[in-house]
């Protein structure tokens, strides 16, 4: 997988960032969602595929991203297809923060030191390349717009921010509120982001004992409502916010 192409799970953690603060919206519910973004860039590299509401290795075959093949590997490992609930909802700590890092690597997001409640130490992390911001949203904002299908990496990106709440975040308000139903309507322009966006919400909603499944392409899923907003740091000696990550190793 070439490295000039930005991941799906980079671009929705670059969509969180608040410019002006630094920190990420909806921290829990985003660690859910950077877990189900790896699954769908997985599927667009043709490394996985979806069966029913489970995720099936169709080629093992590393993809030259580390915290990618890291997820394959462990995919791979479990020997059959796993529900995708089952796979986002499982414990998998410091996903976020080895994302930052490498953002912060590349040089798109920089570090900043704080604390939190004047004792506990805390980083945030501020968008340097606003430029590849204004980018991505302004994809989303486009595919809102002209109601034009998106191609399938937009759409899968519209999907994950709506799962993972950033509908608020990205369209405030009552001004807002069109754009959000909207940024919801596109969940079902693309089947494998919609598998996964509904995955994270049945995660968030604790609905995750019976299969669901998975949205035919070109029909219209009623989403489930995702949790309530927030916005924090992340604490700079903690691999992350949550405990639904797993720890993948830093590119």
């Known amino acids: 997988m070439g490295r000039s192409r930005r991941t799906i799970p980079e671009e929705l953690l670059l969509l969180a960032l608040d410019p002006a603060t630094g920190t990420t919206a909806q921290p829990q519910s985003l660690d859910l969602g950077l877990a189900g973004a790896q699954l769908v860039e997985l599927a667009l590299a043709g490394r996985i595929a979806p069966d029913g509401d489970r995720i099936a290795v169709v080629l093992p075959r590393p993809t030259g991203d580390p915290t990618l093949d890291s997820a394959l590997e462990l995919l791979r490992r479990r020997g059959s297809p796993v529900r995708a609930v089952h796979w986002i909802g499982g414990p998998r700590l410091g996903l976020r923060q080895t994302y930052l890092t490498h953002l912060e690597r590349c040089g798109m997001v920089h570090a900043v030191a704080g604390q939190m409640c004047g004792v506990l130490p805390t980083t945030r992390y501020q968008a340097t390349e606003t430029a590849i911001s204004r980018e991505i949203r302004a994809r989303l904002d486009n595919a809102?717009?002209?109601?034009?299908?998106?191609?399938?990496?937009?759409?899968?990106?519209?999907?994950?921010?709506?799962?993972?709440?950033?509908?608020?975040h990205l369209y405030p308000g009552n001004e807002g509120r069109s754009s959000r139903s909207r940024l919801r309507d596109l969940i079902r322009h693309d089947p494998m982001g919609g598998l996964v966006a509904h995955a994270v919400m049945d995660v968030q909603n604790g609905?995750?004992?019976?299969?669901?499944?998975?949205?035919?392409?070109?029909?219209?899923?009623?989403?489930?409502?995702?949790?309530?907003?927030?916005?924090?740091?992340?604490?700079?000696?903690?691999a992350s916010a949550s405990g639904n990550m797993a720890r993948v190793g830093a590119r």
């Open 144 to 168: 809102i717009r002209t109601g034009v299908p998106p191609d399938p990496r937009t759409a899968a990106l519209a999907a994950l921010a709506h799962a993972v709440g950033l509908g608020k």
């Open 207 to 238: 609905v995750a004992a019976q299969p669901r499944r998975a949205p035919a392409t070109g029909r219209q899923v009623a989403g489930a409502r995702p949790t309530a907003e927030s916005a924090t740091g992340v604490p700079a000696q903690s």
